[in-house]
């Protein structure tokens, strides 16, 4: 199959991976291909950490950080090295051929960092991530969304919200790639506590760090740290329906439903939307001047990379 300026081989697209709405491989692949621009816009110049189900939803699956070999000469890699020692050679999606080989592997949703190759160490968003338990309500996480933006308005941070695809949602706010991740955490650590306050109901919003202990939805700032991953917008999640992490417009979000969005309805809401976070990456902020706001001693910012 040629994909833009590139020939790629594809295996079994007649496979169902979506049992419950007769969903094939062949259908996941060509929903990346024809959405590649807005996926692009998310995944460019990062690397990207693949989770394979090469038998669909229903079978099993495997992380994979190392790109396989052998692989297309023309797919980018970054050669990663971990505090460990050890090191990694991650695949970096930068053109819809590169999306759709790696789909191919059997790569339902698309993970990647929060950082460029140019610069793994700092990333270039801060993500805010409402992350509901059994028992919480889904009007829980829209509330607890409003306050998000609330705050992060306060800030001077511009806020782009998405579903994650499965149960929760996704606030991003795009930054300077001038902080180490550990500050940038401490940041959102910070942000998300000033959310859990201005909720104050444990029942509703909490940021305890045990699973055991939490009651309410988890205000999760701990996704932003170096080698951690979200599915990107726009990827189809390994759902029975298969949902898409669909962006929205935040007058959306007090009403929007996850179940609304899936790999046969994102066109059509592209078509009718556009790209909702087209323009996100023009919108970066320094955080630095923003911590004393938080009662944070600020960090010395760092030459963008």
């Not at 062949?26 to 590649?36: C, I, N, P, W």
């Not at 396989?68 to 090295?81: A, C, G």
């Not at 919480?136 to 994650?164: C, Q, Y």
């Not at 759902?239 to 417009?249: E, F, G, K, Y």
Request: proline fraction near 7%.
């Amino acid at each position: 199959m040629r994909v833009g300026r590139r020939e790629v081989s594809f295996s079994n697209p007649g496979k169902v991976f979506f049992r419950e709405k007769a969903l094939t491989k062949g259908d996941l692949v060509a929903y990346y291909v024809d959405v590649a621009d807005c996926v692009l816009n998310h995944v460019s110049r990062r690397p990207m950490q693949m989770l394979r189900y090469p038998d669909g939803v229903e079978g099993f699956r495997f992380y994979q950080k190392r790109v396989p070999v052998p692989h297309p000469d023309w797919l980018e890699t970054v050669h990663i090295r971990f505090p460990s020692g050890r090191t990694a050679d991650f695949p970096v999606a930068n053109s819809a051929a590169a999306i759709a080989w790696i789909i191919n592997l059997g790569c339902i949703d698309l993970h990647t960092w929060h950082s460029r190759i140019d610069d793994v160490d700092r990333p270039d968003y801060l993500l805010i991530d409402l992350d509901p338990s059994e028992g919480n309500p889904w009007s829980h996480v829209r509330d607890i969304a409003a306050v998000v933006k609330e705050v992060m308005d306060e800030l001077g941070l511009v806020s782009f919200p998405k579903t994650s695809g499965a149960t929760g949602l996704h606030i991003l706010a795009p930054i300077r790639s001038e902080l180490h991740f550990r500050h940038v955490r401490d940041f959102a650590k910070e942000l998300a506590r000033e959310v859990e306050r201005r909720i104050d109901d444990q029942a509703v919003a909490t940021t305890t760090w045990k699973v055991a202990d939490r009651v309410g939805v988890f205000v999760d700032y701990g996704q932003n740290a170096r080698d951690r991953t979200i599915a990107c917008a726009y990827s189809i999640r390994p759902t029975p329906d298969a949902r898409a992490s669909a962006p929205l417009l935040w007058e959306e979000v007090a009403t929007c439903e996850p179940v609304d969005f899936t790999l046969e309805t994102m066109r059509d809401r592209i078509d009718r939307a556009g790209d909702l976070m087209a323009g996100m990456w023009r919108k970066k902020v320094s955080l630095v001047s923003r911590f004393e706001k938080l009662g944070l001693e600020a960090p010395p910012p760092v030459e963008e990379g």
